[in-house]
């Protein structure tokens, strides 16, 4: 997204800029790491209470991994649905380590302000820009996730329900490093392969066990197979994220797991693999093999309803003196759910920065205002 025609004004940034900026230091200040449920809470309280001020009527649905939270914003025709996250990647105690607030200039950073507490923000911002002009705005539908960083096992019902009804959707994840759009996201797997074996000693009897450590090896060269196979419609990424297993050196290993995740460009490959994965079988007579499905985010492959709303986004962000583009990412994300669902459908509307993850996060704060006028005024044309 071009960063100069239609940059907010110094008359702008000082009459919303302190707001923003305040209410982006509370956010990045309560550290909210996944599954940590009393963190959750306490965001998405400070959030609900923003979005009631800004007239929304707003529902908190707490779960074990914490509270998901849906405002509806009244305003004309079939709501437009926001969608974003408030779980971080970020332990507690980032913020006085490697990841401390700071803000230099247009830059702020700390732990997930770039994912994607700025986006939620920018959803904000917009609806409170149009405070009072319910007649003129589309309807707006929010919901924000408390388990996207891990896959959303627990909010995927809700992303479902929410996207009953609505014109389209919109996610504000990072845009690709030059402020595009993403429209299309691989598909996203969690997969958990576990082996149970018998302990022995491995020199008085290692015939007497079964090494779960050596079954789990033979497993993963399966794995390879099955993802790497040529026949295969598209390019499958498989990395192996964790291993663990055994108790020492002189011990045949009782048990071992891994934890791969996959990526899928398309639904034929994403279920060719999936279920050659499951129908995986023990090399060993003694050993037992379980595989489980973590998290599932299916392939999103852009469609013409998602290019089609990408098309009607660019054109309002043209008469903003603006250039909007869009294309597909590697990354999945909770978009890939609404997206497959046949909803019109694009992501990385979030501000740019960098550092997504990684001790260097960061956002720009006027990138945050521009992406809240664009969609205030896609809220009135759209």
């Given at each position: 997204?071009?960063?100069?025609?239609?940059?907010?004004?110094?008359?702008?940034?000082?009459?919303?800029?302190?707001?923003?900026?305040?209410?982006?230091?509370?956010?990045?200040?309560?550290?909210?790491?996944?599954?940590?449920?009393?963190?959750?809470?306490?965001?998405?309280?400070?959030?609900?209470?923003?979005?009631?001020?800004?007239?929304?009527?707003?529902?908190?649905?707490?779960?074990?991994?914490?509270?998901?939270?849906?405002?509806?914003?009244?305003?004309?025709?079939?709501?437009?649905?926001?969608?974003?996250?408030?779980?971080?990647?970020?332990?507690?105690?980032?913020l006085?380590?490697?990841?401390p607030?700071?803000?230099?200039?247009?830059?702020?950073?700390?732990?997930?302000?770039?994912?994607?507490?700025?986006?939620?923000?920018?959803?904000?911002?917009?609806?409170?820009?149009?405070?009072?002009?319910?007649?003129?705005?589309?309807?707006?539908?929010?919901?924000?996730?408390?388990?996207?960083?891990?896959?959303?096992?627990e909010?995927?019902?809700?992303?479902?329900?929410?996207?009953?009804?609505?014109?389209?959707?919109?996610?504000?994840?990072?845009?690709?490093?030059?402020?595009?759009?993403?429209?299309?996201r691989?598909?996203?797997?969690?997969?958990?392969?576990?082996?149970?074996?018998?302990?022995?000693?491995?020199?008085?009897?290692?015939?007497?066990?079964?090494?779960?450590?050596?079954?789990?090896?033979?497993?993963?060269?399966?794995?390879r197979?099955?993802?790497?196979?040529p026949?295969?419609?598209?390019?499958?990424l498989?990395?192996?994220?964790?291993?663990?297993?055994?108790?020492?050196?002189?011990?045949?290993?009782?048990?071992a797991?891994?934890?791969?995740?996959?990526?899928?460009?398309?639904?034929?490959?994403?279920?060719?693999?999936l279920?050659?994965?499951?129908?995986?079988?023990?090399?060993?007579?003694?050993?037992?093999?379980?595989?489980?499905?973590?998290?599932?985010?299916?392939a999103?492959?852009?469609?013409?309803?998602?290019?089609?709303?990408?098309g009607?986004?660019?054109?309002?962000?043209?008469?903003?003196?603006?250039?909007?583009?869009?294309?597909?990412?590697?990354?999945?994300?909770?978009?890939?759910?609404?997206?497959?669902?046949?909803?019109?459908?694009?992501?990385?509307?979030?501000?740019?920065?960098?550092?997504a993850h990684?001790?260097?996060?960061?956002?720009?704060?006027?990138?945050?205002?521009?992406?809240?006028?664009?969609?205030?005024?896609?809220?009135?044309?759209f």
């Amino acid at each position: 997204m071009n960063q100069t025609p239609g940059t907010p004004s110094a008359a702008d940034l000082e009459a919303d800029g302190p707001r923003l900026l305040e209410r982006l230091r509370r956010l990045v200040n309560l550290e909210t790491p996944s599954r940590d449920a009393e963190a959750s809470a306490r965001i998405n309280e400070l959030l609900a209470a923003w979005w009631r001020a800004a007239g929304a009527e707003v529902t908190l649905h707490v779960t074990p991994a914490g509270t998901h939270l849906v405002a509806e914003v009244p305003g004309r025709g079939e709501p437009l649905l926001l969608v974003g996250h408030s779980d971080t990647v970020w332990p507690v105690g980032s913020l006085d380590g490697e990841v401390p607030w700071l803000v230099d200039g247009d830059t702020v950073a700390g732990p997930g302000v770039f994912d994607m507490k700025s986006g939620l923000l920018v959803m904000l911002e917009a609806v409170d820009r149009l405070r009072g002009r319910e007649a003129q705005r589309r309807a707006v539908r929010v919901v924000v996730v408390c388990d996207e960083e891990i896959g959303s096992p627990e909010s995927r019902p809700l992303l479902e329900r929410c996207g009953q009804g609505v014109v389209a959707a919109i996610g504000f994840e990072s845009p690709h490093p030059d402020g595009a759009l993403k429209v299309g996201r691989r598909g996203s797997t969690r997969v958990r392969i576990a082996v149970t074996g018998k302990a022995a000693h491995a020199a008085l009897d290692p015939d007497g066990g079964v090494s779960a450590i050596d079954e789990l090896v033979d497993q993963l060269a399966a794995v390879r197979a099955i993802t790497g196979d040529p026949t295969l419609a598209s390019e499958v990424l498989c990395n192996s994220g964790t291993i663990q297993g055994g108790t020492r050196a002189n011990v045949v290993s009782a048990h071992a797991e891994a934890e791969l995740g996959l990526r899928f460009m398309d639904g034929p490959t994403e279920e060719r693999v999936l279920t050659a994965l499951r129908g995986l079988t023990p090399v060993r007579e003694r050993a037992q093999l379980e595989v489980e499905i973590l998290s599932h985010r299916p392939a999103w492959a852009p469609s013409a309803g998602d290019t089609a709303f990408a098309g009607t986004l660019s054109r309002v962000a043209a008469g903003l003196g603006l250039t909007l583009e869009g294309r597909p990412a590697a990354g999945a994300g909770d978009t890939n759910l609404v997206g497959s669902l046949g909803i019109p459908t694009v992501d990385g509307f979030g501000p740019v920065g960098a550092g997504a993850h990684a001790v260097t996060e960061r956002a720009s704060l006027a990138s945050m205002h521009q992406r809240a006028e664009l969609l205030a005024q896609v809220l009135l044309e759209f």
